[in-house]
């Protein structure tokens, strides 16, 4: 197997932690307020006890191959048809998501900052960064999110405190918004913004010590399922579900109420960089996964003459979408939706497929 660096427990858990709550800054409020109305927090919470679940299948298929990735896993007992199955849907998947990601943020970015601003070169300069961070791997990624998590926590903490003035307990009533019934059926399809923990699996062979992986997990979905709870809830407080889930760029709009007297306006310039922070941490985070799930699906000892390759067809998938309404349409209705089918089947299927190949052995 490839060797792609090593990384620590709090690198590994800071970086999936940003991977996570990434979406707080594109569509994740305004998802929630359309799929639960008011009670889009408490989807939000079951979305977190879901994760938690998945964690623990992470950590159980890890104790079973030490040191082996998903990818090799699967090609250890399943042949090298399960090794291509598995590497080809984890790379198809993060080449769609990252692909689609980088739509948001470069519409995210010219609808806010660069109006003027063509979405080809905006997205040009995001490309170009994320492949150089990629290209030297997760060690590279793992500690920088170890530098950019403090401000991203920090950041997104401050504005909710800055907004306490603007929110009214009152929207929070009728508690279970739509009903009881829709609140759990949109927690449970909304715990598909955990699905990048996937990336744990590919992971495996790069942190330090192996028993680890599962404190890894459960706390990097935690930290980002906390915040991702507070920013939902912090977005409902601020605006009544009609205008809450019409907003296009919730986030940008919570940081525009912000108000600290008649010279410190315009504040939310401060909070962009938070926006631009997270997007190069998550897309470098997906050309890297990609890269690594069709190098490992192929056997291939280096994964880093794909990166440049991988960057370009993530480019252009991209570049699909006619705008941002079609590029969030489909992350949500897709992605956002049926990704949970990711997070909880794919470590399911490898644990049942190493029972039967362990009793196989013994039998």
Same mark, same amino acid.
């Given at each position: 197997?490839?060797?792609t660096?090593?990384?620590?427990?709090?690198?590994?858990?800071?970086?999936?932690a940003?991977?996570?709550?990434?979406?707080?800054?594109? @569509?994740?409020?305004?998802d929630?307020?359309?799929?639960?109305?008011r009670a889009?927090?408490?989807?939000?919470?079951?979305?977190?006890?879901?994760a !938690?679940?998945?964690?623990?299948?992470?950590?159980?298929?890890?104790e079973?191959a030490?040191?082996?990735?998903?990818i090799?896993?699967?090609?250890?007992?399943?042949?090298?048809? =399960?090794?291509?199955?598995v590497? /080809?849907?984890?790379?198809?998947?993060?080449?769609?998501i990252?692909?689609?990601?980088?739509?948001?943020?470069?519409?995210?970015?010219?609808?806010?900052?660069l109006?003027?601003?063509?979405a080809?070169v905006?997205?040009?300069?995001?490309?170009?960064?994320?492949?150089?961070?990629?290209?030297?791997?997760?060690?590279?990624?793992?500690?920088?999110?170890?530098?950019?998590?403090? /401000?991203?926590l920090?950041?997104?903490?401050?504005?909710?405190?800055?907004d306490?003035?603007?929110?009214?307990?009152?929207?929070?009533?009728?508690?279970?918004?739509?009903?009881?019934? @829709?609140?759990?059926?949109?927690?449970?399809?909304k715990?598909?913004?955990?699905?990048?923990?996937?990336?744990?699996?590919?992971?495996?062979?790069?942190?330090?010590?192996?028993r680890?992986?599962?404190?890894?997990?459960?706390?990097?979905?935690?930290?980002? =399922?906390?915040?991702?709870?507070?920013?939902?809830? =912090?977005? @409902? !407080?601020?605006?009544?579900?009609?205008?809450g889930?019409? *907003?296009?760029?919730?986030?940008?709009?919570?940081?525009?109420?912000?108000?600290?007297?008649?010279?410190?306006q315009?504040? $939310?310039?401060?909070?962009?960089?938070?926006?631009?922070l997270?997007?190069?941490?998550?897309?470098?985070?997906?050309l890297?996964?990609?890269?690594?799930?069709?190098?490992?699906?192929?056997?291939?000892? /280096?994964?880093?003459?794909?990166?440049?390759?991988?960057?370009?067809?993530?480019?252009?998938?991209?570049?699909?979408?006619?705008?941002?309404?079609?590029?969030?349409?489909? @992350? *949500?209705?897709?992605?956002?939706t049926?990704?949970?089918?990711?997070?909880?089947g794919l470590?399911?299927?490898?644990?049942?497929?190493?029972?039967?190949?362990?009793?196989?052995? $013994?039998?």
């Amino acid at each position: 197997m490839m060797h792609t660096g090593y990384v620590g427990s709090k690198e590994a858990r800071s970086f999936l932690a940003i991977v996570f709550s990434a979406s707080i800054a594109l @569509t994740l409020p305004q998802d929630l307020a359309l799929s639960a109305g008011r009670a889009g927090w408490l989807s939000m919470v079951i979305a977190l006890l879901v994760a !938690l679940l998945a964690c623990a299948l992470f950590s159980r298929i890890a104790e079973l191959a030490p040191g082996n990735s998903v990818i090799a896993m699967a090609g250890q007992w399943w042949g090298s048809a =399960g090794r291509w199955i598995v590497g /080809v849907m984890l790379w198809g998947y993060f080449v769609l998501i990252t692909a689609l990601v980088t739509r948001a943020f470069v519409e995210a970015v010219i609808g806010t900052i660069l109006p003027r601003t063509p979405a080809h070169v905006v997205m040009f300069l995001f490309m170009a960064v994320t492949v150089y961070i990629a290209y030297y791997g997760i060690e590279t990624l793992s500690r920088l999110s170890q530098l950019v998590a403090v /401000v991203l926590l920090v950041g997104f903490l401050l504005l909710l405190v800055a907004d306490l003035g603007w929110m009214d307990h009152r929207y929070l009533y009728p508690v279970l918004g739509p009903g009881l019934g @829709t609140v759990v059926a949109a927690g449970v399809a909304k715990s598909s913004y955990f699905s990048e923990l996937v990336l744990l699996g590919l992971m495996f062979p790069s942190i330090r010590v192996v028993r680890d992986s599962g404190r890894i997990a459960r706390g990097a979905v935690w930290i980002a =399922g906390v915040l991702m709870i507070l920013m939902v809830l =912090g977005y @409902t !407080l601020s605006f009544p579900p009609p205008s809450g889930a019409d *907003n296009p760029f919730p986030f940008y709009q919570l940081a525009r109420l912000v108000y600290l007297g008649r010279f410190m306006q315009r504040m $939310e310039a401060i909070f962009d960089v938070l926006w631009v922070l997270s997007a190069v941490i998550y897309i470098a985070a997906g050309l890297w996964a990609a890269t690594q799930s069709l190098a490992q699906a192929g056997d291939l000892p /280096v994964y880093r003459p794909l990166v440049f390759a991988t960057a370009a067809l993530v480019y252009g998938v991209a570049s699909l979408p006619a705008d941002y309404v079609q590029t969030a349409d489909l @992350t *949500n209705r897709y992605l956002r939706t049926w990704g949970w089918v990711m997070l909880l089947g794919l470590p399911a299927v490898l644990w049942v497929g190493a029972v039967i190949s362990r009793r196989r052995r $013994e039998g």
